[in-house]
């Protein structure tokens, strides 16, 4: 399968590195306005470069296109790349508006191709272990849950390119960062109905907030506290998700929550209990989450079901930040529609146990 990545900054290296993984994948174009950045992909991998997107989407060898472009940038691209029939793996988040996410989702409906978000903590071994363990109902009725961001990134971070940090093309700690700790929460909790947050931005000389503390209600009544920031002194601190249950307590932690530090649930025993530790311990960083996307989406075309992470999964973490960044603007909270639980975008029917792993 043939694949072509726009945007050959940061993010696209893993993108490359993934596809070079996977037997049967090529890269054989990039895209970037800055040729200099193409230079990699040509010599090591024999991409062809283009600066103009529309010429390369002509090349009808391409399948699939990876857009690793600014944020504020992809639903533009995206909506091209659909006219010319390719299909999509966006990074996250998918945009920066309901209406861009809405555009990306509607062209790739209207032109019959597979569209991914790049959300890879998905795959991480440990959120594969909570999800067996949420979808076997082990914690019982779910109470609250807590999820934590505290992280560390300095003015140079920002200062790297002029969109970070903007409020346009990349948003704050809650849109850049935390958004994968949010699209988790939305897979183990369910749809949310009400946020309400405060934001600042304390230490970076940045638009957008580098603090953010929330409260969301889910429709299944229950609440979670949200907190995220990239001010942590003086390196990465925790990124953690507990969830309370009536029958337990499961927390997935460390600096980039790697781990099952807590697990204490009335249905497993020490030995049970002490190999979902384990098994996640031996491996805490299993395939890289980026080649576990693009595995996904091969198969999704091969198989013609959604990938694991959909537009539409993609639009819902969105919207949950974007209802953070209202709340905190207008000081009040924020009600969000009813129903559109995850599961209902599941048309293949598949739980999320069930969903295919690479290892
Ligand atoms: N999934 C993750 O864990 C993760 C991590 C980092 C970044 N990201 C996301 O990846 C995207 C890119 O981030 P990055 O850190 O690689 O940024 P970057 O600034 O390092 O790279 C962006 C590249 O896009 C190019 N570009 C900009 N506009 C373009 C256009 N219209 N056409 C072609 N090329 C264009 C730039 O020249 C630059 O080379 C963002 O959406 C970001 O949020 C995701």
Not at 9 to 19: D, E, L, S, V
Not at 229 to 235: C, D, G, L
């Amino acid at each position: 399968m043939n694949f072509a990545i726009v945007g050959c900054g940061f993010i696209a290296k893993k993108h490359a590195n993934a596809i070079r993984n996977i037997e049967g994948a090529n890269l054989i174009a990039v895209c970037d306005r800055v040729p200099e950045l193409m230079e990699p992909y040509v010599d090591e991998y024999g991409a062809t470069p283009y600066t103009e997107l529309e010429e390369m989407l002509m090349n009808h060898k391409i399948e699939v296109v990876c857009i690793c472009t600014p944020s504020g940038t992809h639903a533009a691209i995206a909506e091209l790349a659909a006219q010319y029939g390719k299909h999509l793996i966006v990074e996250k988040p998918i945009a920066m508006t309901l209406e861009e996410a809405d555009r990306i989702i509607s062209a790739s409906e209207d032109n019959d191709i597979k569209l991914a978000v790049v959300h890879p903590n998905r795959f991480r071994p440990v959120v594969l272990k909570l999800n067996e363990i949420m979808e076997k109902k082990l914690l019982g009725s779910i109470s609250h849950a807590l999820c934590l961001v505290n992280w560390n990134r300095g003015q140079e971070y920002y200062d790297q390119s002029p969109w970070r940090g903007t409020k346009e093309h990349d948003g704050g700690v809650l849109m850049n960062q935390a958004i994968h700790n949010l699209d988790l929460l939305l897979s183990f909790m369910g749809s949310p109905t009400e946020v309400f947050s405060m934001e600042e931005t304390r230490f970076h000389d940045i638009e957008a907030e580098d603090i953010s503390t929330g409260i969301i209600r889910f429709e299944s009544g229950a609440l979670a506290t949200v907190q995220a920031s990239t001010n942590v002194y003086p390196k990465n601190y925790e990124e953690s998700i507990t969830i309370f249950g009536e029958k337990g307590t499961v927390k997935i932690g460390g600096p980039n929550a790697l781990y099952m530090e807590t697990l204490v649930v009335e249905g497993l025993d020490d030995t049970e209990t002490e190999s979902y530790i384990n098994e996640v311990k031996a491996d805490p960083l299993g395939m890289p989450g980026h080649e576990q996307i693009i595995r996904d989406m091969i198969d999704a075309i091969k198989e013609d079901r959604q990938p694991v992470v959909s537009g539409k999964e993609g639009k819902q973490a969105l919207e949950l930040v974007l209802a953070f960044y209202e709340s905190a603007e207008k000081n009040k909270p924020i009600t969000l529609c009813k129903g559109d639980t995850l599961h209902d975008d599941n048309p293949n029917n598949i739980t999320r146990t069930d969903r295919k792993i690479y290892i």
